[in-house]
């Protein structure tokens, strides 16, 4: 049951890195209801659902004044 949630980290931590950003900095930057929890379950490789992942993809995007997408993002 782990393998199939439990993805290992992913290319956001990457990301998050180069632009020296943290959880917070994507919850501040968001213009939706996204959670410092689901950001780190993003960076762990938890399997979210396509919704919370649109909206982690936004607020990378508003915090980082870029426009990735989710495959720059995410593994699966």
């Known amino acids: 049951m782990e393998t199939e ?5 992913q290319p956001i931590i990457e ?3 180069k632009y020296k950003l943290n959880a917070h900095d994507l919850v501040v930057a968001s213009t939706e209801q996204i959670t ?3 950001v780190s379950r993003a960076c762990k490789g938890r399997k979210l659902s396509r919704r919370v992942q649109l909206k982690i993809r936004n607020a990378v995007n508003a915090a980082a004044d870029a426009d990735y997408t ?3 993002l995410f593994t699966y």
Request: glycine letters at 8%.
């Open 70 to 72: 989710l495959k720059d």
């Open 15 to 17: 990301l998050l890195e």
């Open 36 to 38: 410092h929890k689901m």
């Open 5 to 9: 949630h439990n993805l290992g980290p």
